[in-house]
């Protein structure tokens, strides 16, 4: 067992990995009615190409499999399990990332012996590792899965975040939707899911967290009366090789909208990292986004108030071990102007340079967000299962943004936004 404590913050991690491979972790947040339950398996949308341990052929599954499972996974023999959840209190939700797959329920449990968080954690267990998946119940899934996908291609902000992911990378399924194609999802069978879940939500890929008011015992009690099979590794996963060059520098789609859209995207070439060294470089992009485009930023007042932005603007950072990609953009009425004036924006505080001033402050608000984040089990039982599957420990951030300077962020500034590594997308009112 494994107790990692910030004395800064307050808090506290106490982990274990179990024999068969299993690692669970507790939060300790005493006072606190509301508990927070999150069970993942470092499986997503990205990992459909592997080979098994030991074995030399590669295998290719169907995109969009990893959020089919998810899907499935919820039904068992006698229905729906989030009905169990729902009898119980408890409210129950999933998602799957590029990544990860991730099953959560929150429940007000009071009880000093956590009576009512034990049954739903017992469910959640079941959930996860108890698949009940027929030919029958695959075939009804199906269609609707493609229904879904119909309605997400018709929508122009999920169009314009594919057509960009689509533009920046050439080889990297992370191109790809999590929910897959029409056609990738009407080759799912029960017998690829299940193969699917043997090889990917075997314990030892897989991360149980709790946040609460709670002892490790409880979960620890819960867990231990389940029969998991035995330890053995999950299979290589396999990524192409990845160029430093973007798939293409520009695309544009007509489809029917009130006012165009504008997204840029900037490709790190920077792969793989992980640990420390990730976490490092995505809170200096994240500064330097920040620093150039926040509210309170000139370049954000003058694309605000001369009606070239309107709420809709924002920037993001996403970064895993083999990919990471940032995107800035929103509604807009002129596109290419609003295209120029962030390349602009970008080229003025290279050239000039991150203030002191400026850069302290973003620092200050940054770190500030950061702390609040742990007044939500939510928020800090998921950062800190994100954080342990990139191989770094959560409550280790603060210390690292601490160590952040103006100068580390101003190399990093002329390091990732470059135009070599840039595609831009718009999406154009159709009578335009």
């Known amino acids: 067992m494994i107790q990692i404590e910030s004395s800064l913050l307050g808090e506290k991690l106490i982990l274990e990995t179990l024999p068969v491979g299993l690692t669970i972790g507790v939060i300790p947040k005493p006072g606190f009615v509301k508990k927070f339950a999150v069970l993942a398996a470092r499986y997503g949308s990205i990992n459909n190409k592997f080979r098994c341990r030991g074995a030399d052929k590669v295998e290719e599954m169907p995109a969009g499999i990893a959020h089919f499972l998810e899907h499935k996974l919820f039904e068992k023999e006698d229905g729906s399990i989030s009905d169990r959840f729902s009898q119980n209190g408890a409210s129950v939700n999933a998602f799957t990332s590029h990544t990860v797959t991730a099953y959560y329920f929150d429940c007000a449990d009071p009880s000093p012996h956590a009576e009512k968080f034990r049954e739903n954690l017992n469910l959640l267990l079941k959930l996860v590792f108890s698949p009940y998946i027929t030919d029958e119940t695959v075939s009804k899934e199906i269609p609707i899965i493609q229904q879904e996908i119909s309605m997400c291609e018709d929508s122009p902000d999920w169009r314009i ?30 017998e690829l899911l299940l ?5 990917f939500y075997s314990p030892s890929n897989t991360l149980l967290l709790c946040a609460g008011d709670m002892g490790f015992e409880v979960v620890e009690d819960v867990v231990k009366r389940w029969r998991l099979g035995d330890y053995f590794s999950p299979p290589e996963v396999i990524v192409d090789a990845e160029p430093p060059s973007v798939a293409q520098k520009s695309r544009e ?3 029917q909208v009130s006012l165009p859209k504008l ?7 920077e792969q793989p990292l992980s640990g420390e060294p990730l976490v490092r470089r995505s ?3 994240d500064l330097c986004l920040s620093i150039v485009f926040g509210r309170s930023s000139p370049a ?3 694309f605000y108030e001369s009606s070239l932005i309107d709420d809709t603007f924002s920037f993001s950072h996403s970064a895993d071990r083999e990919f990471a990609f940032t995107m800035i953009g929103g509604d807009t009425p002129s596109p290419e102007i609003l295209r120029e004036e962030i390349l602009k924006a970008l080229e003025v505080v290279k050239r000039r340079g991150v203030s002191a001033g400026d850069f302290v402050r973003m620092r200050r608000k940054a770190a500030g967000l950061f702390v609040r984040s742990f007044n939500s089990l939510e928020s800090v039982a998921v950062h800190a299962l994100a954080s342990h599957f990139l191989g770094f420990n959560h409550f280790e951030s603060l210390s690292v943004l601490d160590s952040v300077t103006v100068d580390d962020v101003n190399a990093r500034l002329a390091r990732h936004f470059c135009e070599e590594k840039m595609s831009v997308c718009t999406i154009l009112p159709s009578s335009v």
Do not use: Q
């Open 161 to 190: 975040h594919r057509n960009l992911l689509e533009s920046l990378y050439v080889f990297h399924p992370v191109r790809l939707d999590a929910a897959g194609t029409k056609e990738s999802v009407g080759r799912i069978t029960k």
């Open 195 to 199: 193969k699917c879940h043997s090889l």
């Open 253 to 255: 789609e007509k489809m």
């Open 263 to 269: 997204l840029i995207g900037f490709k790190e070439s």
């Open 283 to 285: 809170i200096e992009i």
């Open 300 to 302: 954000y007042r003058r």
